[in-house]
Structures are given as structure tokens and as C-alpha cells.
């Protein structure tokens, strides 16, 4: 297959973003590829069995890794998500240090709770699940007061948009498929810039097509495998 092509003022790369069908890390890749109209080729894997040609090129074994004209390998969300922003026009961090150094600092606080929503769907004990919860609805506190309207800090889609939409979309697929008074639930309960925040990023194109139409269905296939606490609770057919 030949890759599609990027051009910017110094070259033209050939791009392709070697993914896992539910990982949030490779969503925050796309929807940033996707953001900045940057043609790419997706290969998309299973980390249970990795391709040989993947475990040589990958120092970490970890997705989304970017191949840039075939031979070239950026790895880490972050440093992938950041490169296309900066051999592209237009900004998604902002440009004043101190600004765009608190965007970094809430685009880590992501990844924690991602940490702390694969403890939610892994664990098989419920009181480790109920404190996940808790976690959960402590970081989404702290994030309440930060985010402005419609995005994260107003009116740009910025790269922490990005970061949490995957986030979002985990609650998405679980809360369409237990209780409607389940603990989980209730995690964002109260949260009106957070709810508003989450509603205006599953309108954006860019999110919706970061994932393929099973992927629902595929979560909860796999959260199922898990045997947790979680997949006991799920109304849903796995």
C-alpha cells in the first residue's frame, strides 16, 4: 500500500500511525492527525500478538507508534501528537510558555486517569472498583474548575481536547450499558462544565472518526475478557 503524503514548507513525509483498534492514546494521535488535515496511513495490530516487524521498530512495544517516510519511528502519544503540530500551520498548545505549559501538565493529568480507568475495568474486587470511582469523580473535581466553553480553554479545539475525548468516550460505552444508578454512573454527576465540555467534543468529527463503528461493541468484548468487577455489570451481550 502506498502511503499518503504530507507536505510542509521543508519536506513532504510519507506518514503511518501504527495503532491498536481501542487504545485512548492512539485516539489522541488521530484526532490530532485528523484536526491538522495531515493524510496518513492507519495499520492497525493486536498487541496479543505483535508483528515481528513492529517489535524491531518499537523501542517500548507500545501504540500508537508513527512511522515517517518508512523508516524513521516516533513513539509516545505526546511526542507524536506534538511533532504534527509543529510541521504544521496553525497551533493546538498554546503559544505562551506559561499556558502552554499548564495544557502539558492537564494533558498528563489525563493519562492518569486513564491509569485509573484501567484499574476501574481490570479490577475483580468492588471495593478497589468503588475507589476507582472515587478517583475518578476527585480528578474530574479538580478539572471542573478549569474548563471554559465550549472547549477546554474556549472557543479553539486545542490538543488536551484531544487527550480527554477518548477519556469521555470510556464513559460513553459504560454508561449506555449498566445500571442507570450504578456507581460509575454517577462519576460525573454535578459536573456542569465537564458535561457541557464532554457534549461538545462527541459532536466534533474529528473524535467521531477516531475510532471504527465496532468499537463499542469491541470494549465491551474486551472488558468482558477481563472478568472484573465491571464486566458483571454490563447489560450488554459479551
Not at 484531544?162 to 460513553?172: E, H, K, L, S
Not at 467521531?208 to 475478557?225: E, P, R, T
Request: hydrophobic share 40%; with cysteine.
Amino acid at each position: 500500500m502506498t502511503p499518503n503524503i504530507i507536505a510542509n514548507a521543508d519536506t513532504s513525509q510519507a506518514l503511518e500511525l501504527v495503532s491498536y483498534k481501542l487504545c485512548p492514546y492512539v485516539q489522541r494521535a488521530v484526532i490530532t492527525l485528523t484536526e491538522k488535515s495531515v493524510p496518513f496511513v492507519r495499520t492497525d495490530i493486536e498487541l496479543s500478538h505483535k508483528p515481528k516487524w513492529f517489535i524491531e521498530k518499537s523501542p517500548t512495544g507500545k501504540v500508537p507508534m508513527l512511522v515517517v517516510n518508512e523508516h524513521d519511528v516516533l513513539f509516545e502519544s505526546h511526542i507524536i501528537c506534538e511533532y504534527i503540530d509543529n510541521v504544521t500551520q496553525g497551533n493546538m498548545l498554546p503559544s505562551v510558555p506559561l499556558a502552554r505549559a499548564q495544557h502539558q501538565g492537564w494533558i498528563a493529568f489525563g493519562s492518569t486517569i486513564l491509569n485509573t480507568i484501567a484499574k476501574l475495568y481490570s479490577t475483580p474486587v468492588k471495593t478497589e472498583f468503588e475507589q476507582a470511582c472515587r478517583e475518578l469523580k476527585n480528578a474530574f473535581r479538580r478539572i471542573e474548575t478549569e474548563v471554559k466553553q465550549p472547549y477546554f480553554s474556549g472557543d479553539a479545539f486545542m490538543m488536551v481536547d484531544a487527550v480527554y475525548a477518548p477519556i469521555f468516550r470510556y464513559f460513553d460505552v459504560f454508561e449506555s450499558n449498566v445500571a442507570s444508578d450504578a456507581t460509575l454512573v454517577r462519576v460525573l454527576n454535578g459536573l456542569e462544565n465537564t458535561r457541557r465540555w464532554r457534549q461538545q467534543l462527541e459532536q466534533r468529527p474529528s473524535v467521531q472518526s477516531a475510532v471504527a463503528a465496532d468499537y463499542s461493541d469491541s470494549l465491551l468484548a474486551f472488558v468482558a475478557k477481563k472478568g472484573g468487577y465491571l464486566s458483571h455489570q454490563l447489560s450488554g451481550k459479551h
